[in-house]
């Protein structure tokens, strides 16, 4: 039983630590912290940053210029990363389809994409869910027929996260109906600037525009953007969702959030006192702060247990379930923390660049929506309630 | 990082848990619970010979110096059986007193024993008055003017002193001075409860143990029954009853294994509306929430375990705190919803499942309920 870092593993914090504080942009931290807003040149000139150090490819072989850590090195980098304000990188191309393009692609769209996605030429996005399958996933609708060198789309994507500054979609598509609907999917790389590809924003309940829906009309894929083979894709989806799921705990992100908080609650009054002293208010923090020290401990043990050479399994299922609780609390106390200001909705206080007089403060204005904007992380990666289907069936044997 | 056990911390669980399965089942805990004793004269000899009432002593009291991880490891396997011996009473907490505050001549007459398993120890710290508050001490330790033989007079109430019906020796606070919340003024003494004017009013606990009040009545102890400093117990007690509650969630996470293992069970093998229950998305569901408490507690035993010993701070506090909190919360959900799903049969005293949730409520009510040490988290956290 040893629970500390090795002398290796503190090296190499000091040393994450080293380059964040020379290379985070402040002003991109000061947003990520003041949960403002980021834009697409935010992330794109952090990646950059990340690219240059050789740390943006966390997940690949060395061969395709990823960086080999350990377990453990990249739990320090997520909690570094987390405390300081960096950015999270959008997943979709760097930890989504690059996985599964090393493990199942062949070697001229290994050569072809990934270097494109380190560099930041390709912006990927998710063709996952559709109106008609979201838990039940494998029910996808969208149609791709053979036609000589091509396949043609027709059908409908949703959610598509960032979609709007994408280039490339990865998507499900149905190339078999006569079989199981697990067994007739399979896995497409499509350009969105091909004909016959529409792209419309869906405005979520926080007023961002995050989210899109994406239509194919007759669109023409080459063969040669299939990866693996025809109606596989489902095996290589649930390969992708393994990596999805790891990290959808938010541990760091959470304790990032739990420290705001804690400066939020000290800066309010109540009673004429800090928020922080209100003996009810104080409760529900450390309620909170106790919730979230055992799931970092659960994290620990998984990652330890991974280091050691097992693989993550439903244990992640069970931890996205409770991650994501105790981040929702957080926000929610937050959101609490501001009382009446809750209530005022002012969209340009989040802008970059306002320089207008804040109606509460520059602490109350994002809080509300980001709130709001957080009940996804219950939803997504596969909703809590699907997780606790798969503990139910993997671990329980129910 | 590694939160296997190391070979002998494994050594020694797998030891008591092979000792629990022989001799622990079900039907033999309802006989030794039903007794006067109220456990097992047997098994604990058995921990004794095997060196296990040992464990957290010296070498040359028998023991290897085992720490909060050895503690917590042999806890667990208590829990899962649970065992009625007064392990955490006598040689976590009384030897645990009497090993920090005591002097050497005092070490020398109790610890070997408590060591040995020849004497059961327990503690007397809290009153009816003071709720879980261990600095709130009515009870009276007055100078007298006797002899060195009587250089103390006793008065006052304990209250809920388990394993105090049995015990050869009872580590007991008194207040020399200060007020009666005051953490200051606290003093401990090693009581023989056969002392005159030691009246002990024994009962059953709801969990199936035993305890008593206790009423000092004017008890005359020698200068000799005074541990460590007039007046300095506070921290000790802080100290050892940290310490205590470590060992104590420990216990809970094998008392909880055991209901869920018990609850999970019963789901595949009980059958209505022609399939197993446990085909029932709304009770996986609930399984999956047990399991998930289950979690939560274990990575706060497992930290709480690793803390036990170190020197006091603030962290310390907050770990230990938290562990009593979500080991409480976690206890009594697996506790209300076991015996939810068990539906009747959880309810009867014949089944299982029922004592394993009255411990895990009984276990809430040692050194602290969620409530309490949610309150005391909040305090801690307003200070940093």
Redesign the interface.
């Known amino acids: 039983?040893?629970?500390?870092?090795t002398a290796e593993e503190f090296a190499f914090r000091d040393e994450v630590r080293g380059f964040l504080d020379e290379n985070l942009p402040a002003d991109i931290a000061a947003r990520v912290k003041g949960l403002r807003r980021l834009s697409r040149e935010d992330h794109e000139r952090w990646q950059k940053i990340l690219c240059k150090q050789g740390w943006y490819a966390t997940h690949w072989p060395e061969e395709y210029g990823g960086v080999k850590w350990t377990p453990?090195q990249k739990h320090i980098w997520d909690e570094e990363s987390c405390r300081y304000g960096a950015p999270r990188s959008i997943p979709f191309g760097v930890n989504m389809v690059a996985p599964v393009i090393i493990k199942f692609g062949n070697e001229e769209q290994k050569q072809k994409y990934l270097p494109r996605i380190l560099s930041g030429e390709d912006w990927w996005c998710q063709g996952y869910s559709e109106p008609g399958a979201g838990s039940d996933l494998a029910s996808l609708k969208t149609r791709a027929v053979r036609d000589g060198d091509h396949y043609i789309v027709n059908g409908q994507k949703a959610w598509t996260t960032l979609g709007q500054h994408a280039n490339m979609i990865f998507c499900l598509v149905r190339t078999n109906t006569e079989v199981k609907k697990q067994e007739g999917i399979s896995f497409l790389l499509i350009d969105m600037n091909t004909p016959g590809i529409d792209v419309r924003p869906v405005i979520t309940l926080d007023g961002e525009h995050e989210v899109n829906e994406v239509f194919f009309q007759d669109v023409k894929v080459p063969v040669e953007n299939l990866v693996g083979e025809e109606d596989k894709g489902w095996t290589y989806a649930k390969y992708l969702l393994t990596y999805e799921r790891t990290g959808l705990a938010g541990i760091g992100l959470s304790k990032a959030a739990l420290s705001h908080l804690?400066g939020l609650a000290s800066r309010r009054l109540k009673n004429g006192r800090p928020l922080?002293?209100d003996?009810s208010f104080?409760?529900r923090?450390?309620?909170l702060?106790?919730?979230l020290?055992?799931?970092a401990?659960?994290n620990?043990?998984i990652?330890?247990?991974v280091?050691?050479g097992g693989m993550p399994g439903a244990?992640s299922s069970?931890l996205k379930?409770?991650g994501t609780e105790i981040r929702q609390s957080i926000n929610d106390l937050a959101r609490r923390a501001i009382g009446p200001y809750a209530l005022p909705f002012v969209e340009e206080e989040l802008d970059q660049g306002f320089n207008g007089e804040f109606l509460s403060d520059e602490d109350a204005a994002p809080l509300s929506a980001h709130y709001f904007n957080n009940r996804k992380l219950s939803i997504f990666g596969g909703s809590n309630?699907i997780q606790?289907?798969i503990?139910?069936k993997m671990?329980?044997?129910? | 990082m590694d939160f296997r056990l190391n070979e002998e911390q494994q050594m020694l669980q797998d030891t008591v848990a092979r000792l629990v399965r022989g001799e622990y089942s079900f039907e033999k805990r309802l006989e030794f619970s039903a007794t006067d004793l109220g456990f097992s004269a047997d098994f604990w000899k058995q921990l004794s010979e095997l060196g296990l009432t040992a464990v957290p002593f010296s070498e040359e009291l028998g023991g290897f110096g085992g720490g909060g991880v050895e503690v917590q490891s042999l806890m667990t396997e208590l829990g899962r059986g649970l065992c009625l011996e007064p392990y955490l009473q006598s040689v976590v907490l009384g030897g645990g007193l009497i090993g920090h505050a005591g002097s050497d001549s005092q070490k020398e007459t109790w610890l070997a024993g408590i060591a040995s398993g020849e004497l059961k120890a327990a503690v007397g710290l809290q009153e009816p008055q003071s709720f879980y508050d261990l600095n709130n001490v009515e009870t009276r330790a007055e100078k007298n003017g006797g002899g060195s033989g009587e250089a103390y007079v006793l008065n006052g109430r304990k209250a809920v002193v388990i394993g105090g019906h049995c015990a050869d020796v009872i580590v007991v606070s008194a207040r020399t001075s200060g007020d009666s919340r005051d953490a200051a003024g606290i003093s401990l003494f090693a009581l023989d409860p056969d002392t005159a004017g030691v009246e002990r009013r024994t009962y059953p606990t709801i969990d199936g143990a035993r305890g008593c009040d206790i009423t000092l009545n004017g008890v005359k102890v020698g200068a000799d029954a005074l541990l460590g400093d007039e007046g300095s117990a506070g921290e000790v007690i802080e100290y050892q009853a940290g310490r205590a509650i470590a060992a104590l969630c420990a216990e809970a996470v094998g008392v909880m294994e055991m209901a869920n293992e018990l609850t999970l069970e019963y789901l595949k093998q009980r059958k209505q509306f022609g399939v197993p229950i446990g085909k029932f998305q709304v009770l996986q569901h609930r399984m999956v929430d047990m399991m998930s408490e289950l979690e939560q507690a274990r990575s706060m035993a497992i930290l709480s375990a690793n803390v036990a010993d170190i020197e006091q701070s603030d962290e310390r506090r907050r770990v230990l705190a938290g562990a009593k909190n979500i080991v409480g919360r976690a206890g009594q959900f697996i506790a209300e919803s076991g015996i939810q799903m068990h539906g009747g049969i959880g309810m009867t005293w014949e089944y299982n499942f029922a004592h394993y949730a009255k411990r895990l409520i009984g276990i809430n009510h040692q050194l602290g309920d969620d409530d309490f040490h949610l309150e005391r988290y909040a305090s801690l956290l307003q200070a940093s």
């Open positions: 039983m040893n629970m500390n870092y453990v804690r922080i002293e003996p104080s409760q923090i450390a309620r702060e106790i919730d020290t055992a799931a401990i659960s620990l043990r990652i330890a247990a280091e050691g244990e069970m379930v409770r309630e606790k289907n503990v139910s671990i329980l044997g129910l």
